[in-house]
């Protein structure tokens, strides 16, 4: 946007007002133009669809981003015309053109089959041998995770058997009552004498 520096992308949504341009038609295509507003200062920006470069042209109120694909295509389009007319008046030129072309296709040509060796030599992994080292690493590591197993039940047991039963005394329940007898004691310092 020229009135704010908004940037605004390209496929933006917009409620815009659409009317069709007077007197331009590409190939029976009419061109619209368009009315928005920018989405920060409300400011109006108009463009125009371009069928010929299948794009949009700026009117007002806003400029384009620099676009450097689009330069690089003109200018390869610009030397593709310059050479095809070159080769129109001069058959000479023509016989040139097809052995640099040639030539180039041959360094292309080169260039891909020393690439592709390059990739063999670095690519050149053996895969089952590498699915073969990982099998005898894990099962290396189960046994071994087994025999740890064994050892610490091992050590477990060991120290179950060793284990002394401490005396009930020394235990967290409440010590038990010595069992009273049945017969009722008719004086209370019986208990006593027991």
């Known amino acids: ?87 129109l008046n001069n058959p000479m030129k023509v016989l040139e053109n097809r052995t640099k072309d040639s030539k180039l296709e041959m360094e292309v040509l080169e260039n891909l089959q020393e690439l592709k060796e390059l990739n063999q030599r670095q690519a050149n992994v053996d895969f089952e041998a590498m699915l073969q080292q990982y099998k005898e690493y894990e099962e290396e590591r189960k046994r071994r995770e087994q025999e740890e197993d064994e050892q610490e039940m091992k050590a477990m047991l060991e120290q179950a058997q060793n284990r002394r039963l401490l005396p009930d005394s020394d235990s967290d329940e409440e010590p038990s009552k010595p069992e009273r007898k049945a017969a009722v004691k008719a004086r209370p310092t019986d208990i006593l004498q027991e």
């Open 1 to 87: 946007c020229k009135t704010c520096g908004e940037y605004i992308y390209k496929g933006k949504k917009f409620n815009a007002r659409k009317e069709t341009v007077q007197n331009e038609v590409y190939l029976g295509l009419p061109i619209f133009r368009f009315y928005i507003k920018c989405t920060r200062c409300l400011a109006e920006i108009t463009f125009k669809t371009d069928p010929e470069n299948t794009d949009y042209t700026m009117e007002h109120g806003a400029t384009r981003n620099f676009q450097a694909e689009k330069l690089l295509e003109e200018e390869e389009k610009r030397m593709q015309k310059e050479r095809e007319e070159e080769e």
